[in-house]
C-alpha cells in the first residue's frame, strides 16, 4: 500500500499531521468549542426559504463580492464599517489562509504565541509561511511588555493575536493589541472567533481600525451564532487589505447557498445570539465549581474553559469518553478542555469530573 513518503510532496510538509480533533457519536460532545444550543425553529424556516430560492438559480456562478453579505456583515459589525472594509469565506480558517497566501509565503514569516490556535501553525506550513512560535507570559497571559518585545525581536510579516486565546480562552487586552499594531513592520490579525463570549462592555479591536490600514480583525458565524456547520468566516480590514485578498481567493469561492444562509441567520441576529448569555453562565458555572474542586481553571472570555491540576489528562478524556462525554486534551500537560454547553451538559460534566477532583474530592453539589 502507497504510504506518504512514497509521494513527491515537499519536503517542508513531511512529517506533519494535519488538524484534527477526535469526532465520536456521544451524548455529551463538548470538545471542539461548538455552540450546543440549535437554532431556533423560526429562524431555521427562514434560512431554509432563502436557501430554497437560491436553488433555483443554481444554474448560475453566485455573486463573486457577495454584495449582499458584506452589506449584512457590515451592519452587523457597526463601527461604521462599510461593505468594502469585509471580507468573507467558507470559515475563518479560509479567511486566515487568504491572509497567508497574500502577506505570507516562501521568505516570509508569521508570529503567533504559543499555546494558541494550532490551524496557526499548519496555515503557516501549507503556505510556505516560516512560522515563530513565541512564548506566553505565566497563566496563559499576553502583556504588552511581552508582545511588543516578540514583535521587535523577530520582525514578522504577519502577527496572529488570538483575542480571547484557543485553546486557553485568557483575554487580551485593548492595550497590547494597539502597541503591537503600531510596533509591528507586517500587517496585524486579531482573531475574534470568540469575541461575542467576552464579558458585557470589552472593547473589540474594530476600535483600533482607524488609521491603521495592516490592522485585519477575523471573525466567524461559527461560534455564537451556532452556524458550524455553514462555515462562515469574515474580515473586517481596510478596503486596500481586502483588494489584496481578492488577489489568491478562487473564483466564486463563497457558493449561493452559503450566501442565502448567511443573510438568513444575520436578519436574525438578535435572536441567535440571544443564547450567548446562557452560554457564558455556564463558561462561569464551569469556572467556579472547578476551582471549587480543586482544579485550576485558565481565566476565559470564550466559550469553554482550560483547566489544570489534572494528574492524568489523557485518562480522565478517556475515562469520560466511556461515560459519553467528549472533552478535549489538547497536550498542554495537566489541562484538559471543556465547551461551555447547554445546562444539562454542564452538569452532567460537572458530576463525571467531579470523580478526578484533586484532593480526593469525589463528589459534587452542581
Not at 69 to 74: E, I, T
Not at 132 to 141: C, N, T, V
Not at 326 to 351: K, Q
Amino acid at each position: 500500500m502507497t504510504s506518504l513518503d512514497d509521494l513527491p510532496i515537499r519536503d517542508d510538509l513531511r512529517g506533519r499531521t494535519p488538524y484534527g480533533a477526535p469526532q465520536e457519536h456521544v451524548p455529551v460532545a463538548l470538545n471542539v468549542n461548538e455552540n450546543t444550543h440549535p437554532i431556533p425553529e423560526d429562524v431555521a424556516h427562514d434560512i431554509v426559504a432563502r436557501i430554497a430560492a437560491a436553488i433555483l438559480r443554481l444554474n448560475r456562478y453566485p455573486d463573486r463580492e457577495f454584495s449582499d453579505l458584506r452589506a449584512a456583515l457590515a451592519a452587523y459589525l457597526g463601527h461604521g464599517l462599510a461593505p468594502e472594509q469585509i471580507w468573507a469565506a467558507n470559515g475563518s480558517n479560509e479567511v486566515l489562509q487568504h491572509i497567508m497566501q497574500a502577506f505570507g509565503g516562501p521568505g516570509r514569516s508569521a508570529l503567533g504565541f504559543a499555546p494558541t490556535y494550532s490551524m496557526y501553525s499548519l496555515l503557516a506550513a501549507g503556505t510556505g509561511t516560516e512560522w515563530i512560535a513565541a512564548p506566553r507570559d505565566a497563566d496563559f497571559e499576553l502583556s504588552l511588555e511581552t508582545a511588543v518585545a516578540a514583535v521587535r525581536e523577530h520582525d514578522p510579516d504577519i502577527v496572529l493575536l488570538c483575542a480571547p486565546n484557543n485553546p486557553t480562552g485568557t483575554p487580551l487586552s485593548l492595550d497590547t493589541i494597539r502597541a503591537v499594531a503600531d510596533v509591528a513592520r507586517g500587517v496585524v490579525v486579531v482573531d475574534e472567533a470568540y469575541f461575542e463570549f467576552a464579558d458585557p462592555g470589552t472593547p473589540s479591536a474594530l476600535t483600533l481600525l482607524g488609521g491603521r490600514p495592516r490592522l485585519l480583525i477575523s471573525r466567524t458565524m461559527s461560534k455564537a451564532f451556532a452556524f458550524a456547520g455553514a462555515r462562515v468566516g469574515y474580515l473586517a480590514g481596510d478596503p486596500a487589505a481586502i483588494d489584496a485578498l481578492r488577489l489568491v481567493r478562487l473564483p466564486y469561492h463563497l457558493s449561493a447557498l452559503t450566501q442565502a444562509a448567511a443573510l438568513g441567520a444575520l436578519a436574525h441576529s438578535d435572536e441567535m445570539l440571544a443564547m450567548v448569555d446562557e452560554i457564558r453562565a455556564q463558561r462561569e458555572r464551569i469556572t467556579r465549581t472547578l476551582a471549587e474542586l480543586g482544579f485550576a481553571p485558565a481565566r476565559s472570555g470564550s466559550n469553554f474553559v482550560l483547566f489544570g491540576g489534572v494528574d492524568d489528562p489523557h485518562g480522565v478524556f478517556e475515562a469520560l469518553l466511556a461515560r459519553g462525554i467528549l472533552i478535549r486534551d489538547i497536550g498542554i500537560p495537566g489541562h484538559l478542555r471543556v465547551t461551555a454547553g447547554t445546562e444539562a451538559e454542564t452538569t452532567a460534566f460537572l458530576e463525571a469530573i467531579a470523580v478526578f477532583a484533586p484532593a480526593g474530592r469525589n463528589r459534587i453539589d452542581a
